[in-house]
């Protein structure tokens, strides 16, 4: 997934909205879990 892609376009506003949304104590955890996925979606 590059930056300027649609899937990012569509990815940043739910991890932004999940984040917010999640406790204060979990927000690491959402993070951590998008970033998993961003990383993952990746082609090599």
């Known amino acids: 997934m ?5 899937g990012f376009l569509c990815f940043l506003p739910a ?3 999940l984040y917010w ?5 979990w ?3 959402v993070l951590l879990a ?3 996925g961003f990383y ?4 090599p």
């Open 15 to 17: 991890v932004t909205a």
């Open 40 to 43: 993952m979606s990746w082609a």
């Open 27 to 29: 927000r690491w955890a």
């Open 34 to 36: 998008a970033s998993y």
């Open 2 to 6: 590059s930056f300027t892609s649609l």
């Open 21 to 25: 949304l999640c406790p204060r104590r």
